[in-house]
Nanobody
Framework: QVQLVESGGGLVQAGGSLRLSCAAS????????VGWFRQAPGREREFVVS????????YYADSVKGRFAISRDNAKNTVYLQMNSLKPEDTAIYYC???????????????WGQGTQVTVSS
């Protein structure tokens, strides 16, 4: 079992930055790939970015390339999502997810956090 807790969400003006954290605990958490997803009201859950357990492979949605950066500190069992140049359309609940294999497809992940709200005002 892996437990995930997101933090770092909040309200920010367009053009601002936020850093989200996803803290993992439980068994073999260091060997898991992690993905970030987001879900805005009335919309389906959307892939944002994923990172392999080693941190050597990352995949970004086109909508966030060049603005968001994912990283991980396995010693702290934490994955970070640095979000820069935020836009109102980035407003959503952001979830981190983990499993042995990373993917942009939500059903691949068995472990999910509770989500953290990000609101970008114009």
């Amino acid at each position: 079992q892996v437990q995930l807790v997101e933090s770092g969400g909040g309200l920010v003006q367009a053009g601002g930055s936020l850093r989200l954290s996803c803290a993992a605990s439980g068994r073999t958490s260091r060997s898991y790939s992690v993905g970030w997803f987001r879900q805005a009201p009335g919309r389906e859950r959307e892939f944002v970015v994923s990172i392999s357990w080693s941190g050597g492979n990352t995949y970004y949605a086109d909508s966030v390339k060049g603005r968001f950066a994912i990283s991980r500190d396995n010693a702290k069992n934490t994955v970070y999502l640095q979000m820069n140049s935020l836009k109102p359309e980035d407003t959503a609940i952001y979830y981190c997810a983990a499993d042995r294999v990373g993917s942009s497809w939500p059903p691949v992940y068995n472990y999910w956090g509770q989500g953290t709200q990000v609101t970008v005002s114009s």
